[in-house]
């Protein structure tokens, strides 16, 4: 069944090699329904792309599933080395529950320079909606 799945995902390729990463992530999210597991795991190896966009669009279409097994994976992203991938995966993780909520925190805090988090102010009311008011008296990026 995978042999089938890998030889329908190389169809995504453009003629200069690049993943058509819109086609990719629409059948990852209607194939989910039937191998979550299948579609988590390929999403998890596609984050470690090469290609950036791929990355990328991985990372924000993370979202629109929310499982659980993203989360570790999605922390590692938030060391804000690329910018755009960090701000996808934060755009996710905020998504979850207080418990990842709290991780979050404690990953953000390890930053020299809040100002590489986009839409700062936006992002600090969602932390502060879900976690509590001393967990977010421990947030460096919003208390500075």
């Known amino acids: 069944m995978h042999s089938k799945i890998k030889t329908f995902i190389q169809q995504f390729y453009t003629e200069n090699k ?17 191998q979550p597991d299948f579609v988590v795991q390929t999403m998890i190896k596609l984050l470690e792309s090469p290609q950036r966009n791929v990355r990328s669009a991985i990372a924000y279409h993370m979202k629109q599933l929310k ?42 805090n390890k930053l020299n320079d809040c100002s590489e988090i986009n839409y700062l102010d936006l992002r600090n009311s969602l932390i502060a909606k ?10 460096k990026c919003g208390n500075e």
């Open 18 to 34: 690049k993943l058509n990463t819109y086609a990719l992530n629409d059948f990852l999210i209607d194939y989910f329904t039937f």
């Open 130 to 139: 879900k976690v509590s008011k001393e967990d977010y008296r421990r947030y």
């Open 67 to 108: 499982d659980p097994k993203f989360v570790s994976i999605l922390l590692t992203k938030l060391d804000f080395k690329d910018r755009m991938i960090s701000n996808y995966a934060l755009d996710t993780l905020l998504n979850y529950n207080v418990v990842v909520v709290n991780q979050v925190i404690t990953e953000l």
